[in-house]
């Protein structure tokens, strides 16, 4: 089967897309060609402002459900002709979509709930294809967090019988998936670890008018600031127990705001330095409070990806703190860095049509296992 898979996180960069070939006797994902749909200036403006309830309008919402599933065929078109294949020769497309609000907890109102946009009928109706979508409300309904979903994915390629692999994914948000060597889908854990790029990007912005920091270099420039870093320390999500999961919810637009009154006048480069610091400590604080008590740490492997890879300032401050642990990066293992959440939902989509339940109890909190997604169907011959 020829799929491509569509991801848009929090970090809010673009549209990934991935093109991969499915072959099920034995199972087999080859990626034939990736590539970015690259957000402007003003897409990820309205982004953000729909993110924002304060902010975000109901108008708003509706027009730009359409303008990211008219980008999300664009990214489409270009992934299939990077790779030299026709939209003929697809089978499917599976969109994770944009995540505008996710509150698993009900904390704002009456119902659990998470939505993400990107209208699948644009998708559908521009390749002549059916596209699977929205594969997060069921496991919500089935009493799960809806998030992460990317486990299913991760415990087909990357199981071992010799490590405990701890994949680690630094997007907007960071995520680890716990894979016990020798283990069941019942033993799995993921939770969200707190803010990957998504502060220190912000404050790119805010400073510099640039989407994030190249290589770490301006952190790397700077130095901790006490005060922040032990209240930053103290943040309520650091201590929930798993599962559990957070977004712009909890580290978007209003947590800057907030720490830009309280510590605006500390020069940047110490903010920014700060709050990599406090990515990577939040990360390895996870790790020692709900990983290390239960698997031997020389059995570990922990496994990066996502656009924080890229980052060696970060990666640095993630070995400081975890300094007895080999720490590598998916191209070590013949994956990309960039394209492993795409590839997730391309096979979360294929689950979806072929009737396989895809959530993880042990990750999300949901009853039961349950068939995610829902599917448009090719709108014409």
């Not at 990626?31 to 897409?43: D, G, P, R």
């Amino acid at each position: 089967m020829l799929a491509i898979g569509l991801m848009s996180g929090t970090s809010l960069d673009g549209i990934d897309a991935v093109l991969v070939e499915l072959e099920e006797d034995p199972f087999r994902v080859k990626e034939l060609a990736f590539c970015t749909q690259t957000f402007s200036k003003e897409t990820k403006s309205r982004i953000k402002q729909a993110c924002d309830p304060k902010a975000s309008t109901t108008p708003l919402i509706s027009s730009l459900n359409m303008e990211l599933g008219d980008l999300s065929l664009k990214a489409c078109q270009s992934v299939l002709k990077l790779a030299n294949r026709s939209e003929r020769d697809l089978d499917f497309v599976a969109s994770h979509g944009q995540t505008i609000w996710h509150d698993p907890m009900a904390k704002t109102g009456a119902y659990s709930s998470t939505f993400q946009i990107g209208e699948s009928a644009m998708i559908a109706y521009g390749l002549k294809t059916q596209v699977i979508d929205n594969f997060r409300v069921m496991d919500l309904a089935a009493g799960g967090e809806g998030a992460p979903l990317v486990p299913y994915a991760e415990y087909l390629l990357y199981r071992s019988e010799n490590y405990t692999r701890l994949l680690q994914n630094i997007g907007g948000i960071g995520n680890v998936t716990v894979l016990p060597k020798h283990q069941t889908v019942e033993d799995v854990i993921a939770f969200d670890t707190g803010p990957g790029n998504m502060v220190v990007d912000a404050l790119m912005e805010h400073f510099y008018q640039v989407p994030y920091d190249v290589d770490g270099n301006v952190a790397r420039s700077g130095k901790a600031i006490p005060e922040l870093s032990q209240r930053l320390q103290q943040h309520p999500y650091l201590a929930m127990q798993p599962p559990k999961s957070t977004g712009r919810e909890q580290f978007g637009a209003e947590f800057v705001k907030t720490l830009l009154a309280t510590y605006g006048e500390y020069p940047p480069e110490d903010l920014i330095y700060t709050l990599t610091d406090f990515t990577a400590y939040s990360i390895a604080l996870h790790y020692q409070r709900f990983v290390f008590p239960k698997y031997p740490k020389e059995e570990i492997e922990i496994i990066l990806a996502g656009g924080g890879t890229h980052n060696t300032f970060l990666r640095e401050r993630l070995q400081h703190y975890l300094i007895d642990c080999s720490i590598k990066t998916q191209e070590e293992l013949g994956y990309s860095s960039d394209s492993k959440e795409a590839v997730a939902f391309a096979l979360l989509g294929y689950a979806t049509l072929t009737g396989q339940p895809s959530n993880f109890c042990s990750v999300t909190g949901a009853k039961r296992p349950v068939i995610l997604g829902k599917i448009t169907p090719c709108p014409y011959n």
